[in-house]
């Protein structure tokens, strides 16, 4: 094992990434850079018709961030106070705090046990009359049983909006996340399977209306192609220029990682078969693009931390569910057993597209040195 600490896994590997597109960028960078072409533009306008081709939607709207483009999209859809939003509670808190900061109540719900992900019967549990929409989250690349998912929104007459942050290119049934809902809203923060060099974010529909709105929102309620005239209060939440060059590049490439992802993911599952090691399944209608390599072990503290001194960096994706977070206790309204059981069990390992097979089979090899020395739990107790 001596050898395993002189060759450390990073969890992510965004500097081959930046390498494998800097000819692409660098040249158009210091052009922009010269010109002084900051906000607007070709650039964005061109990789927002590419990012709407690629989701199969009609529109694609650019904005700052994947937390604005939540927030602007429940604000243009009319979703404010006296309105309550499903969300599953096992998601980035930035899925509630843009039902929050919308003026909504987040009603948080349970999600399966096997994908982690919401369900049309724990989506059903969560409805009142007061639920005016479900916010889907793609949670670690894979979208849910969005069919099942769409008739309860419509018996129930909500609005379903994806929250596609972490599913760049994912499939439920050969259409693309982003394309199922009212809107699809993307963040491109850099470590997303696509990701700017800094914050950036999409939203992405069909509904030209909604568009428009968008726009409007997040280029201070200027409408009319008037600089001066204010028709909403909106905000500054623009995709930046220097950004759309990053993301146009990258996108041209994301088919591929999203490929390469795959196949680390089924080396993992091979490698660590007959262990104690439980994976986040992938249903059989679903495409994952595998934004994060999760799965469940026993003492998560102590696998965590015998990896690290591996040199095997994880992370937990999320430790706290967000009904149990004390920014979100106000709106728990009831236990959520199987996320809560999760949220102790699941360990991120390392996973990006240009990790090597020989990497992940030393994680692999760790991991299962790590679980063969873990005490049983009575022991551990006793020693205590
Ligand atoms: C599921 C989910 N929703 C929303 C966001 C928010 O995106 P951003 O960090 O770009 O604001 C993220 C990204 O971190 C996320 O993973």
């Known amino acids: 094992m001596t050898g395993f600490l002189n060759e450390s896994v990073p969890f992510l590997d965004l500097k081959s990434m930046s390498a494998e597109i800097a000819d692409d960028v660098l040249p158009a960078w210091r052009q922009m850079f010269l010109e002084g072409q900051f906000v607007g533009g070709p650039p964005v306008e061109i990789f ?9 939607t009609e529109h694609a709207i650019g904005v700052a961030n994947g937390t604005d483009a939540l927030l602007l999209t429940l604000r243009a859809l009319g979703i404010g106070p006296g309105d309550e939003v499903v969300c599953p509670t096992n998601t980035f808190v930035a899925t509630a705090e843009a039902i929050v900061l919308a003026g909504a109540v987040p009603r948080f719900a349970d999600v399966s046990p096997d994908t982690l992900l919401l369900t049309p019967a724990t989506l059903r549990a969560a409805v009142t009359p007061q639920t005016r929409a479900v916010l889907v989250v793609h949670l670690y690349g894979q979208m849910p049983d969005m069919d099942g998912i769409a008739a ?38 850099p470590g997303k399977n696509l990701g700017a060099a800094g914050d ?34 909106g905000t500054n939440s623009r995709l930046d220029t220097l950004q759309a060059v990053v993301l146009s590049a990258k996108l041209r490439r994301l088919e591929g990682w999203n490929v390469l992802r795959r196949a680390l993911m089924d080396q993992y599952r091979e490698g660590l078969a007959g262990t104690a090691v439980r994976f986040v399944e992938v249903a ?17 503290a102590q696998v965590q931390q015998e990896l690290g001194r591996l040199g095997i960096a994880t992370g937990i994706h999320y ?24 949220a102790d069990e699941i360990l991120s390992l390392p996973l990006s597209p240009h990790m090597s097979l020989d990497q992940v089979s030393r994680v692999c090899t760790a991991l299962r040195e790590v679980l063969e020395g873990l005490q049983p739990m009575a022991e551990v107790r006793h020693v205590v």
């Not at 927002?48 to 199969?56: F, H, I, L, R, T």
């Not at 693309?176 to 923060?189: D, E, I, K």
């Not at 030209?208 to 009319?224: F, I, K, T, Y």
């Not at 059989?284 to 998560?300: E, K, M, Y």
Request: glycine share 10%.
């Open 319 to 342: 430790p706290v569910p967000c009904h149990q977070c004390p920014a979100f206790i106000e709106y728990a309204r009831e236990p959520l057993p199987v996320a809560e059981a999760a």
């Open 48 to 56: 927002e018709a590419e990012w709407a081709e690629y989701c199969g």
């Open 200 to 233: 950036a974010g999409a939203v992405v529909t069909d509904d030209a209306e909604l568009a428009e709105r968008l726009r409007v929102l997040r280029n201070h309620g200027r409408s009319g192609g008037s600089h001066h005239s204010h028709t909403m209060v």
């Open 284 to 300: 059989p209608d679903a495409t994952s693009v595998h934004h994060l390599a999760v799965v469940r072990v026993p003492q998560r």
């Open 152 to 189: 309860v929104a419509a018996e129930a007459g909500l609005l379903i909006v994806e929250d596609a942050a972490q599913a760049h290119g994912a499939t439920w049934r050969g259409r693309r996340a982003g394309s199922f809902g009212a809107a699809g809203c993307f963040s491109f923060y």
